[in-house]
Antibody
Framework: QVHLVESGGGLVKPGGSLRLSCAAS????????MSWIRQAPGKGPEWISY????????NHADSVRGRFTMSRDNAKNSLYLQMNSLRVEDTAVYYC???????????WGQGTPVTVSS | DVVMTQSPLSLPVTLGQPASISCRSS???????????LNWFQQRPGQSPRRLIY???NRDSGVPDRFSGSGSGTDFTLKISRVEAEDVGIYYC?????????FGQGTKVEIK
């Protein structure tokens, strides 16, 4: 059974950094595209990044490009999101999901909240 | 970015009655592989979004058959044949044709 557990969220000041992790189990992680999606309070979801199984194909939305970096460690079945130069508008619940998202991805984690505030 | 426009944004429904949500995209969602990448999500209060329908009309495992999706090109519809209490929540359409994938504003379904 696919299981995704995000961690690393918390309160950070504007301009600060945070690293999110997603622990995956129940499927062949190294063969799978993975994604990060976020949802600001009271807003719809926003798909921000995806990465291929090998890590060679990565894409970021313009809203985070140059500030956020997605990576993975297939030996640890783990996905990461390094978030730098955080802004108040980055406040959201961050979800990891299996797949590139083109078909929406049926497997999402429970999310980890990130609050950017002074 | 592709803009996804849903209507209505609020949908009060009587239990046992049908409900319909419209979703329009600002560009065609037909990909070069012939598939149309329009998906529907349900988000119950306090929960993660859950995919209900993928590629216009394919229902996910465990999704009741009262949910159905239809449409083509830029015009799509999610229908609930008979609304039940557990269907309360926000429904989002989402396109996976043009990066970045984008969601509609959401339609809040509530019981009258």
């Amino acid at each position: 059974q696919v299981h995704l557990v995000e961690s690393g969220g918390g309160l950070v000041k504007p301009g600060g950094s945070l690293r999110l992790s997603c622990a995956a189990s129940g499927f062949t992680f190294s063969d799978s595209y993975m994604s990060w999606i976020r949802q600001a309070p009271g807003k719809g979801p926003e798909w921000i990044s995806y990465i291929s199984g090998s890590g060679s194909d990565i894409n970021h939305a313009d809203s985070v490009r140059g500030r956020f970096t997605m990576s993975r460690d297939n030996a640890k079945n783990s996905l990461y999101l390094q978030m730098n130069s955080l802004r108040v508008e980055d406040t959201a619940v961050y979800y990891c999901a299996r797949g590139s998202g083109r078909d929406g991805s049926p497997f999402w984690g429970q999310g980890t909240p990130v609050t950017v505030s002074s | 970015d592709v803009v996804m426009t849903q209507s209505p944004l609020s949908l009060p429904v009587t239990l046992g009655q049908p409900a319909s949500i419209s979703c329009r995209s600002s560009q065609s969602l037909v990909y070069t592989d012939g598939n149309t990448y329009l998906n529907w999500f349900q988000q119950r209060p306090g929960q993660s979004p859950r995919r209900l329908i993928y590629k216009v009309s394919n229902r996910d495992s465990g999704v009741p058959d009262r949910f159905s999706g239809s449409g083509s090109g830029t015009d799509f519809t999610l229908k609930i044949s008979r609304v039940e209490a557990e269907d309360v929540g926000i429904y989002y359409c989402m396109q996976g044709r043009h990066w970045p994938w984008t969601f509609g504003q959401g339609t809040k379904v509530e019981i009258k």
